[in-house]
T-cell receptor
Framework: KNEVEQSPQNLTAQEGEFITINCSYS?????LHWLQQHPGGGIVSLFM???GKKKHGRLIATINIQEKHSSLHITASHPRDSAVYIC??????????FGAGTILRVKS | DTAVSQTPKYLVTQMGNDKSIKCEQN?????MYWYKQDSKKFLKIMFS???????INETVPNRFSPKSPDKAHLNLHINSLELGDSAVYFC???????????FGPGTRLTVT
């Protein structure tokens, strides 16, 4: 079992829908990252958080350290949000351990 | 004004060859990384350098050797390439080992 589990693996949404992607982890962490990988392959860091909640535009990331769980929310989704969203946790030795990713497709 | 750059973007080579991938960052970061993304799109850390010192060295075959000539560069040399080395290799950098990471565009390596 992977130390970082994401759900769902695949998600198709209609434009305008509210989207939630979940991440659960089984190890002690110092921080959690949400990354976005576009179809062209480039990876962009969306959030790095160790507690609470962060917001950037239509994206919101939350983390519950006690429950070892994080969520990434996208409000008013748009086709340009279509990408792979990857959760990664920073564990011992500052090493990032990645989830398998969630493939999001937003239809217009 | 590219932040993290990698060369080449694509690399096609035959089994047994030796090849290098170069990475440069102009963000003033002191920590750099190499990641491998396999065919299932799963990312794994390979190496990390902080101020030119190796700080993370995952279970990677000895055929892979990173080299950091200065804080802005981290190159990856691969000897005796094998079919299983085919993947996309990403370089990244951060301010300190626990900082937010900035990724390069990736190098798609295909070994035939």
């Amino acid at each position: 079992k992977n130390e970082v589990e994401q759900s769902p693996q695949n998600l198709t949404a209609q434009e305008g829908e509210f989207i939630t992607i979940n991440c659960s982890y089984s190890v002690g962490i110092s921080a959690l990252h949400w990354l976005q990988q576009h179809p062209g392959g480039g990876i962009v860091s969306l959030f790095m958080l160790s507690s609470g909640k962060k917001k950037h535009g239509r994206l919101i990331a939350t983390i519950n350290i006690q429950e070892k769980h994080s969520s990434l929310h996208i409000t008013a989704s748009h086709p340009r949000d279509s990408a792979v969203y990857i959760c990664a946790v920073r564990s011992n030795g500052n090493k990032l351990v990645f989830g398998a990713g969630t493939i999001l497709r937003v239809k217009s | 004004d590219t932040a993290v750059s990698q060369t080449p973007k694509y690399l096609v080579t035959q089994m047994g060859n030796d090849k290098s991938i170069k990475c440069e960052q102009n963000l003033g970061h002191d920590t750099m990384y190499w990641y491998k993304q396999d065919s299932k799109k799963f990312l794994k850390i390979m190496f990390s350098y902080n101020n030119k010192e190796l700080i993370i060295n995952e279970t990677v075959p000895n055929r892979f050797s990173p080299k950091s000539p200065d804080k802005a560069h981290l190159n990856l040399h691969i000897n005796s390439l094998e079919l299983g080395d085919s993947a996309v290799y990403f370089c990244a950098s951060s301010h300190g080992p626990s900082g937010e990471q900035y990724f390069g565009p990736g190098t798609r390596l295909t070994v035939t």
